[in-house]
């Protein structure tokens, strides 16, 4: 099963962002098997970060929390909320 996981930056904290970027990516690295997708969320003017989202593979909302728990950015006190929400896939087809 898969987790979405939505991370929300604290206002003015860019450079709590900046300073850990390095050991997150690392993180993002030694679990790049788990993760289906991720990225920035960014302003509409793509000018700064609001947070992020991870799509992650668990076998248990516990692993996927104990995975956001470790992020190098969780631990730096960036977010302001962090959201772990269980993720379904389902096939779409579009009729003629």
Request: some cysteine; overall charge negative; hydrophobic content about 40%.
């Amino acid at each position: 099963m898969a987790f979405l996981i939505l991370t929300f930056d604290k206002d003015g904290h860019s450079h709590v962002r900046d300073a850990h970027r390095a050991a997150h990516y690392s993180h993002i690295q030694a679990h790049i098997t788990k993760i289906t997708a991720g990225g920035g969320l960014r302003d509409d003017d793509d000018r700064a970060f609001l947070g992020g989202c991870i799509l992650f593979d668990a076998e248990t909302r516990e692993e996927a929390e104990a995975f956001a728990d470790a992020d190098p950015f969780t631990k730096a006190g960036l977010f302001s909320r962090v959201e772990i929400i269980r993720w379904g896939r389902h096939s779409y087809s579009i009729a003629a």
